[in-house]
């Protein structure tokens, strides 16, 4: 147990119960944990959640968004396995899942057998597709991407690529929690549960909504993000002297004046020709070289505090290890301190909202496999002899200390 939070949490008393893995789902779930619910996650015994043991790309994923939960790891196949996992749905306030189409109600616990359980529940469903003619494929989010013109967007002409990190996957299980909250709102009034859903191919359409509004203003497809007719004369990576590179924008007219200042242009600041922002993209070919070549004579680290001095949005070319030691994270108290099974202490960002002066952090390690199984047994009011029972049949396995 970590730290407990210094103010009441904003969901403080909701209890979650979660049948989800690899991304979408455990992010909504912490989403919620972060804010103060009680997220339980049922894994299946013995072995718990496969994403547990993922390696390359996906060795981050448990870490990451699985904070603040408990695990209760038991065996659905067995009748007293569900037995157990009724129980603990008919304490909850929330379920959700993630799995492929139909499997949750193939265990008999789909929505309409939750319901008829505990008609206050509300259920939330992070699917591929919401219903329609692809609600039965498999999606992940590499899919959605190549599906929706996202990895079109992202890469060079002829060579789409996803983007560098599972934004579809993390915004449906963002998407997911706003839908709870919203489903706990209104149930303080009508007192009813409902059945809420995201799919993944909705979330990647609803991020390149402004490519096909472009089509639509501008009469012209949009083109990928490599090869776009900038917005803005000046909004690009430059390499500096000391073989680094720095990204740098100018977007409004007062920025530009502060740009030409900073940056020793004064004849371009009194230009006519270049007062305003679309004159200076139809001089971009004019301008563009030129700036190339003075941020070339100057190290990084005087670009960007000639940037910072005259309030021009910039950044280093960052990977993402390097903000381990970033120090707005650091000093702003964002990252959330955790502690590894092997005990080494880690650190990873928070989420990325404030209430009221308060920072939501880690009040719960990552859960090992089946840690919180006695605990919740107990309070459902399991003898000790049953426990001891439900552990010898294999039926439930709590994590040795």
């Given at each position: 147990m970590l730290q407990p939070s210094e103010?009441?949490?904003?969901l403080a008393g909701i209890r979650v119960i979660e049948f989800v893995h690899m991304v979408m789902g455990p992010s909504c779930g912490l989403v919620l944990a972060d804010l103060g619910a009680e997220v339980i996650k049922v894994e299946p015994a013995p072995a718990g959640d496969n994403t547990r043991r993922l390696k390359g790309s996906g060795a981050g994923y448990w870490m990451t968004y699985n904070r603040n939960k408990k695990s209760f790891a038991v065996d659905m196949k067995t009748p007293e396995g569900?037995?157990?996992?009724?129980?603990?749905i008919a304490s909850a306030d929330v379920v959700t899942e993630n799995f492929r189409p139909g499997a949750m109600e193939k265990l008999g616990l789909g929505y309409e057998h939750v319901k008829a359980l505990k008609p206050s529940i509300i259920y939330?469903?992070?699917?591929?597709?919401?219903?329609?003619?692809?609600?039965?494929?498999?999606?992940?989010?590499?899919?959605?991407?190549?599906?929706?013109?996202?990895a079109y967007m992202t890469g060079p002409v002829g060579r789409p690529l996803r983007a560098g990190a599972s934004v579809n996957d993390v915004m449906g299980g963002m998407f997911s929690a706003i839908?709870?909250?919203?489903?706990?709102?209104?149930?303080?009034?009508?007192?009813?549960?409902?059945?809420?859903?995201?799919?993944?191919?909705?979330?990647?359409?609803?991020?390149?909504?402004?490519?096909?509004?472009q089509k639509v203003v501008t009469g012209k497809a949009a083109a990928p993000m490599p090869n776009r007719l900038s917005a803005w004369a000046i909004y690009d990576v430059f390499a500096t002297a000391d073989?680094?590179?720095?990204?740098?924008?100018?977007?409004?007219?007062?920025?530009?004046?502060?740009?030409?200042?900073?940056?020793?242009?004064?004849?371009w600041a009194v230009d006519p020709d270049l007062a305003q922002n679309n004159q200076r993209v139809q001089a971009r070919e004019r301008i563009l070289p030129l700036v190339i070549e003075r941020l070339g004579q100057l190290g990084?680290?005087?670009?960007?505090?000639?940037?910072?001095?005259?309030?021009?949005?910039?950044?280093?070319?960052?990977?993402?290890?390097?903000?381990?030691?970033?120090?707005?994270?650091?000093?702003s108290g964002g990252m959330v301190d955790l502690t590894l099974a092997d005990g080494e202490a880690v650190k990873v960002p928070m989420l990325p909202l404030q209430m009221d002066g308060q920072r939501?952090?880690?009040?719960?390690?990552?859960?090992?496999?089946?840690?919180?199984?006695?605990?919740l047994l107990r309070e459902m009011d399991y003898s000790p002899e049953q426990i001891v029972a439900l552990q010898q049949a294999r039926v439930v396995r709590q994590q040795e200390s």
């Open positions: 103010k009441p949490l904003p569900m037995a157990a996992v009724l129980k603990l939330s469903s992070m699917k591929g597709f919401l219903p329609g003619p692809y609600d039965q494929r498999t999606a992940l989010d590499e899919v959605v991407q190549m599906m929706t013109g996202l839908s709870i909250l919203a489903a706990l709102y209104q149930r303080n009034s009508t007192g009813a549960g409902q059945f809420v859903q995201t799919g993944l191919f909705e979330n990647s359409a609803f991020l390149v909504a402004q490519h096909m509004m073989d680094e590179q720095v990204f740098l924008g100018v977007v409004s007219d007062g920025q530009w004046q502060a740009f030409c200042s900073a940056f020793e242009f004064a004849e990084k680290a005087e670009v960007m505090a000639r940037c910072e001095a005259a309030g021009l949005p910039f950044s280093p070319i960052q990977r993402p290890e390097d903000l381990f030691e970033d120090r707005h994270l650091n000093e939501f952090g880690a009040r719960l390690n990552v859960p090992e496999l089946g840690s919180h199984t006695v605990e």
